[in-house]
Structure formats: C-alpha cells, structure tokens
C-alpha cells in the first residue's frame, strides 16, 4: 500500500514570498490533516479535512495559510506572503478511521 | 490550549536496557497514540489506545492507557540501536473535535551500542 506522498521535500524561500505545498493521501483515505512541526516540538494541526470538507481549521492562520482539498483527494497548503516563523516541517497526513493518523514525510520550509 | 507534558525529554541507555517514557496532562483524552519519528521522515504510528485501562503491545513496545484518561505510558524492552529515534505521544481531547490531535514535544531515544 502506498504511503502518504509529499512535494517537494525541501523549499527554501525569501520572506514575503509565497509557497505550496502539495499532498496525495493513501488511497481510501477520507480524512486529511496538515500539521506544522517547529524544531524540537511536536506537530501541530493547522487544518483538518472529512473528504472536501473542512472539519477544524482552528489553529490555521487565516490571514497568509489557506488549504484546499479539491475532489476529496489531494490537497494543497499556500501561504502568502511568507514570514521567517513559518520556517517549519509542514507534514501531511491522512485517515481511515479518524484517529489513527499515517504521516508523509513532510516538506522542510526554510523562510530566509 | 491543551497540552500534554512528555518525559524524560532525552534519555540514553545501554543496548538490551528496558525503556520508560510517559505522557501526562491535565484533561481528559480519549485516545492516546504513540509515534515514532526519525531523522527527515515523518512519525509512524506505533500503538493505539481507545479505553481507560487498556495495555497494549506490538513486538517489544507495550503502552498502557491510564484510568485516569489523563496519563499514558509506552515501554521499549531490551533495546536495540533501531530504537534511536523521536518518541511522541498525542491524544485526542475529549470534547474536541475528532482527529483533533495534541502531540507531546517528545523524547529523544540514543542507544549506546
């Protein structure tokens, strides 16, 4: 079974610049989550889809992150305009059942 | 917001040691999950735990959900060098909403060979 795809690995960008990031969940998946993981912490949700639905958005920062989840299957973060505190892991992740998250390997942010 | 309090942050035991970490907070959860997270990849998914009181094992990692609902725990027996690694702990709260996981800040497993 294929595992939860993230592009690309790694984006090095300026501040006040914008980036996207890109997630394909495993096949079946209803459920998809971005999580935001700083350096030395734990991850932490931004935004939490049920197929094309937004479930929890709480924690995204509305005014420079948004996330769409088009047809129910892939999914992509933006933020706009950058800032240095963005510098971050941003890590997808999808579901069967909703808690037993499966993680991808995430795409390293580094905002110059 | 709700936070879980992980510990130890780091440990560093000797191959073939038995390992203990655990994971606390002041709410209830109704789920506790254990991951696993090296270098560059993303956390894996170690253990499940739905019911207050459940033990739970997978090879040579056993986790325990506290009756409290406020505490869980995982133990590594007779540890190898693979184990080196980033151990965190998530919950969902209860009264959130479902999928809602907090994570632990984690523990930083290195194995003396």
């Known amino acids: 079974e294929a595992g939860v795809a993230q592009s690309p690995r790694y984006k090095i960008i300026e501040k006040r610049q914008s980036v996207a990031f890109w997630c394909n969940p495993i096949s079946g998946h209803a459920t998809l989550y971005w999580y935001q993981q700083i350096l030395g912490q734990g991850p932490k949700l931004l935004i939490q889809f049920q197929n094309n639905g937004v479930v929890d958005d709480s924690q995204l920062p509305k005014d420079r992150f948004s996330a769409e989840r088009l047809k129910g299957v892939d999914s992509t973060l933006k933020i706009q305009p950058a800032k240095l505190e963005d510098s971050a892991v941003y890590l997808c992740?999808?579901?069967?059942?909703?808690?037993?998250?499966?993680f991808g390997q995430g795409t390293r942010l580094t905002v110059v | 917001g709700q936070q879980l309090n992980q510990s130890p942050q780091s440990m560093f035991i000797q191959e073939g040691e038995d390992v203990s970490m655990n994971c606390t907070s002041s709410?209830?959860?109704?789920?506790w999950l254990w991951y696993k997270q090296d270098p560059g990849e993303g956390p894996v998914l170690l253990i499940a735990l739905y019911k207050a009181g459940e033990l739970t094992s997978n090879g040579r990692l056993t986790a325990q959900f506290g009756i409290t609902r406020k505490d869980s725990f995982l133990n590594i027996s007779a540890s190898i060098p693979s184990d080196v690694g980033i151990y965190f702990c998530?919950?969902?709260?209860?009264?959130?909403?479902?999928?809602?996981?907090?994570f632990g800040k984690g523990t930083k497993l290195s194995v003396k060979p």
């Open positions: 992740a999808s579901s069967l059942w909703v808690t037993e998250a499966f």
């Open positions: 709410s209830i959860f109704n789920t």
């Open positions: 998530a919950g969902n709260p209860y009264g959130g909403s479902q999928g809602n996981l907090i």
